[in-house]
């Protein structure tokens, strides 16, 4: 018995973000689980045009909360990945800054 391919869901307009053009697509999600990394392929999906935002029907939501509620262990992996893993530190750099550019909401 094959599984069935992803069905991607039929496309709406316009993106609710932007308004830009949607198109159906599958994409890929990377989830942290404590100190694991998980990477979810094969997502059906709506996918902006513009501002690159990806949009699941109720059906994937909740395939995919099952799966991180579950621990990802009724899942088989597919492939593993070796991740590297870069730091930000010392890598910032901050323009001096005076009084007048600071802001505060009250």
């Known amino acids: 018995m094959t599984a069935e391919p992803p069905q991607v869901p039929p496309r709406p307009a316009t993106c ?5 053009a949607m198109r159906a697509d599958t994409v890929r999600t990377a989830i942290w689980m404590q100190e694991r990394l998980v990477v979810v392929e094969d997502i059906p ?12 029907d109720d059906d994937t939501t909740d395939a995919l909360r ?14 593993e990945l070796l991740v590297p893993i870069f730091s930000l530190e010392g890598r910032i750099i901050r323009p001096a800054r005076s009084e007048d550019d600071l802001y505060v909401d009250y």
């Open 45 to 56: 999906a709506q996918v902006c045009d513009a501002c690159m935002e990806q949009f699941y």
């Open 66 to 79: 099952r799966l991180t509620e579950e621990g990802f262990a009724s899942a088989t992996p597919k492939r």
């Open 16 to 20: 609710p973000r932007c308004g830009a």
